[in-house]
Every structure is written in C-alpha cells, then in structure tokens.
C-alpha cells in the first residue's frame, strides 16, 4: 500500500530529518516528505494517510499535510463512516464529543473524509478529532466542500498533489467545549503542483461565503505569513520563490 510509510514517522526525525525507508517516498517522490511544513516543537502524529502537527494550545492541528494521487482522489471505495474518534495517538488526548455537543459548530474535516475513499483505515482515521476545528454549518457545507471538490478534481487532473490545511491559529480566538477548543476565523490550504511547478493558496473566512473559489486565491507566502508556518521548505529556494510568492487563477482553471 503505497501509504504505508506514514506510521513509521516520528517527531524527532521530523524536526531534523525523515527516515529513508519509506517505500512511496523513495519510488515516487523527487523530494523526501515534500508535504510537511517546517515544524514548531508541537507534537507530530503521522497517522496511515496523513500526518499533523497538534497544538495542545487550541486543541487542534497547526496544520494537516498528506499527499493526494489521481488515484486515491478519484476512488470511491470506502464510504464515510461518521464515525468521530478521540485520536489515541495524541499525547495530551485531542478534543472530543463533549467539545463540539451545543456548540452550534460542524466538526469540520481539515483533510476532508472525500479524500480518504480509497482505504478503510484512511477514511476511519479522517474522523479523529484531531483532524477536526470548529466550522460554522454554512462554511463547512458550502464554499469550503466546494474547494474540497475541486482539490479531487485537480487532484485527478494533474495526477498529484501536495497539500497542507489547516485553520489561522492565534490568541484571543472564541473557544468551546471543557477542552477549550479554539474556532479559527480563517481556514486555508495550500496546494503544490510540483511536477507542473505551480502552487496555490485559499483563504476563507469561517462564515457562509457566496464568492466564486478564484476569489480566496492567494500566494502560499500571504498564507505564511498569518500562520506563522513555512510550507513546502524542503524546495529548491529557486522553486520555493517563484512557487510561493505569486499564484496564477489561469493555471488552476480559476
């Protein structure tokens, strides 16, 4: 199975370097864990088709990073399960039911179930908390399914895709549940087209949104700097300049 390798991830080697026995990174990437941002000393949780950084703060993830094949996006295997789970592997233990019950908030998927349709373990694993934030009904159901969507239709087009997700994590957020879970205001991904070298980043505001997806386009770099993350570092600087500091909506079909 060509995800195999991400349970074998560990934080230390995160932070400085990957283990190289990975059997899909070593056949199939030019570039070792392309996905994973630069990481902050929060823990690191590799799970079968992702992995995430969790912030005990906001009791969330910083971010979600995974890679999405034309296969695995155009599968239709698995079925969702709407089955939400405590994430095991969190160390502080991640939100839970009793967070999200009245709040009037959607857990909302940062790598979403649609995603994960090609493995039984991927698709359970896409419903632990951890891989939820708090989502207005109308967000979560509207414009950000629509850009879900349209990552598996890339995801499909071009063959590959890279993505990092996640919400804008920063003091003074409203929090909800006895864990104190934090509801962003902002939501984004980032998407990296590394084999036709073009990247792309959205940002939504946690609202029901009516614009079309071109709208919320931006540059990977504006998206670094209100999350205070570093995407796609491991590039070439010559890459990671010109794919990061500009977007062009004609290349996505946008």
Request: proline letters at 4%; glycine letters at 6%.
């Amino acid at each position: 199975m060509i995800h195999n390798f991400r349970s074998s991830i560990y934080a230390g080697l995160l932070i400085i370097t990957f283990s190289l026995s990975c059997t899909k990174q070593e056949v199939e990437y030019s570039l070792n864990y392309l996905e994973i941002p630069s990481t902050n000393g929060n823990q690191i949780v590799p799970h079968y088709a992702y992995t995430l950084q969790y912030n005990e703060t906001y009791e969330q993830a910083d971010w979600v990073a995974y890679v999405l094949t034309r296969e695995e996006a155009e599968s239709t295997t698995y079925e969702r399960t709407n089955i939400f789970l405590v994430d095991p592997d969190i160390s502080t233990n991640s939100a839970n039911a009793d967070d999200y019950s009245g709040s009037g908030y959607d857990r909302g998927h940062l790598a979403p179930a649609g995603d994960m349709r090609w493995s039984e373990t991927a698709m359970a694993e896409s419903f632990y908390y951890s891989n939820m934030s708090p989502q207005m009904p109308g967000f979560n159901r509207g414009k950000w399914s629509s850009l879900e969507d349209k990552v598996r239709d890339w995801a499909s087009e071009y063959g590959k895709l890279y993505i990092v997700t996640g919400g804008i994590l920063n003091e003074g957020l409203p929090k909800i549940g006895p864990n104190d879970v934090a509801v962003p205001q902002y939501f984004y991904k980032v998407l990296l087209d590394y084999d036709n070298k073009k990247a792309i980043g959205f940002l939504m505001k946690n609202e029901s949104l009516s614009e079309s997806l071109g709208f919320y386009a931006t540059s990977i770099d504006e998206i670094e700097t209100l999350s205070g993350i570093d995407f796609f570092f491991r590039l070439p600087d010559s890459d990671e300049n010109s794919l990061e500091n500009h977007f062009d909506l004609t290349l996505w079909g946008l």
